[in-house]
């Protein structure tokens, strides 16, 4: 079966880095995709991988190893603003997105 | 550019009650989902529709209907509402399925069924 693990919560202080972890079986795979969704909003594209190796965007970074079907996101300078729950999503062979259940990211001065 | 758009916000229905969820996206997109999300359970797929005319089945479909009569409008319906369906729905749209694709959606439209 499909199936996508990744921690429900985490806990950070303003200023540090996070890693927000995420593992999958899928049937198939054509990349990974990260989301972020704040409460009682729409999730929203942080970032897409692809080829292994890690992906540099501003503050955010996003790393997937296809071989141990494994990804993180990595937060930088965290700010208050970065609280939200951030989403693994890979895609399957038939180009589905199959969701995780999220990681809800709590920021603390 | 309002990108995309979902009427109503909020609803409350009564078991048995039938109502339609629209969805209606200004992007041009060929390809548009529906979407359900519950706590602690990943976004799951109702239904999908990959142009205008087409719909397809998603991984939770029972007890839901879909349209796709114009390109830039895609309806989910319930016939015949059931507590189980108590959830926020969320409408995406994206321009291809492949890969690298980014999804795109509304914000939401929140039902309770009682």
């Known amino acids: 079966g499909q199936n996508i693990d990744q921690p429900t919560e985490m806990t950070a202080t303003e200023g540090a880095i996070v890693q927000i972890n995420c593992t999958y079986q899928t049937s198939g795979f054509n990349g990974l995709f990260w989301y972020q969704q704040h409460a009682g909003e729409a999730p929203t594209f942080l970032s897409y991988n692809v080829l292994d190796g890690l992906e540099e965007k501003g503050r955010f970074s996003s790393f997937l190893s296809r071989s141990k079907g494994y990804s993180y996101l990595l937060l930088k300078e965290l700010q208050m603003k970065d609280s939200a729950s951030y989403l693994c999503?890979?895609?399957?062979?038939?180009?589905?997105?199959?969701w995780g259940a999220g990681t809800k990211l709590i920021i603390k001065p | 550019n309002a990108g995309v758009t979902q009427t109503p916000k909020f609803r409350v229905l009564k078991t048995g009650q039938s109502m339609t969820l629209l969805c209606a996206q200004d992007m041009n997109h060929e390809y548009m989902y529906w979407y359900r999300q519950d706590p602690g359970m990943g976004l799951r797929l109702i239904h999908y529709s990959v142009g205008e005319g087409t719909t397809a089945k998603g991984e939770v479909p029972d007890g839901y209907n879909v349209s796709r009569l114009k390109k830039q409008n895609f309806l989910l319906g319930l016939e015949s509402a059931a507590p189980s369906q108590t959830s926020v729905y969320f409408c995406a749209s994206s321009e291809t399925l492949e890969g690298g694709n980014i999804q795109y959606f509304g914000a939401g439209t929140r039902l309770s069924v009682l």
């Open positions: 999503a890979p895609m399957d062979s038939n180009y589905q997105l199959i």
